[in-house]
């Protein structure tokens, strides 16, 4: 199921303010600098480095130049947290038109039916046809042998097993990368800009089951703009209905804590979402109730995101042979399960051209 462009969200976001109960118009400023890439040019080296100079001014306060309209700041908020899984107040402004201009993830969006799982059997069904795929095998190591990679150590079916590799490609993130790896194989300038420049995002994940949709039939799939923490909410059965329990409709709704810096409160932060979900959608309280609420902190082996835009890290390492792919790893205008599919295809050919 493919969802509309969410460029036209921030097209009308753009061209409309919310004043004094009326309609009032923008100039057409906000999208003619996004539409002619002026921001880049202003931002200079910001945009490639969001720790240098200008990189630091946020969105939020890029937009408080146009505009201290709330309903606007809000919307604006809810695309960025809802896509890149950051605050506006937190994200440079020139990694935010960076990643717009550069859209390649939601260009053209859609959402897999019966779950992203069925995406990762079809991957699995692939390199089988031209090797092997280990399932509930954890890594325990990665083998390294004076500065190159030289496999891992594996846990299968309950014993270690030492696997001899010319590559090894992790998608743990890059800090669990150096943690299975030794940090004593990295150099201290790696290690010193992964500390600095990585930053993770978490999410709050809820699942409701209901005797009647929740979401209104008009807007099966929603951003959320206002609340405490809902964020994004979707109708899963529309998609899948056997993902449903029996003789129930199935909704997801993703819910962000206000600080993306530090680890969450989780008890205040499911209070807060809980709060959200009875103003909002009190339908649930009469015909439903929540399954399952999920926190996917910072510190967690899966955050919420492993990187906001432009602070992530490069798919290469100090160790040769050993690369990064996933969210945590760079790759301009793509975030979530595109850019870890994007990340995973540039690698590879990295891989193919050095062999």
Known sequence: MKLNNPLTLIEVAADLE???????RLGGSLAREIGKKKVLKA????????????GNLTFRDWLMQYTNNEVVHKIFDAIIVGVLACRSWEL???????????????????????GNIQLIKGLVETVKKNGDAWLSSPVRRIKVKKGTARGITVVREGREIEVESRVVISDTGPRKTVELAGSDNFDPKYLREMRVRLRAGHAMLILV??????LPESAPFMLIVGTRRLVVGGELAILCPELAPPGKH???????????????????EKLQCRRDLEEHFPGIREH??????EPHDV????PGARAWPGFDMPPETP???????????????????NKTAQTAMEVADIVCRAS
């Open 319 to 337: 160790i040769r042979n050993l690369y990064n792919v996933g969210e945590g790893v760079r790759a301009p205008g793509w975030s979530g399960t």
């Open 43 to 54: 931002f200079g080296r910001g945009v490639e480095d969001p720790l240098w100079g200008t």
């Open 18 to 24: 919310i004043s004094h109960g009326k309609l009032v």
């Open 250 to 268: 199935l909704s997801y709704y993703c819910g962000y804590p206000l600080n993306s810096l530090v680890p969450m409160e989780e008890e205040w």
């Open 299 to 302: 510190d967690s082996d899966f």
């Open 92 to 114: 440079p402004a020139s990694q935010f038109f960076y990643y717009m201009t550069r859209l390649g993830s939601l260009a053209d969006a859609g959402v897999a039916p019966r």
């Open 209 to 214: 089951g209901s005797d009647r949709p929740v």
């Open 288 to 293: 439903g109730e929540i399954l399952r609420m």
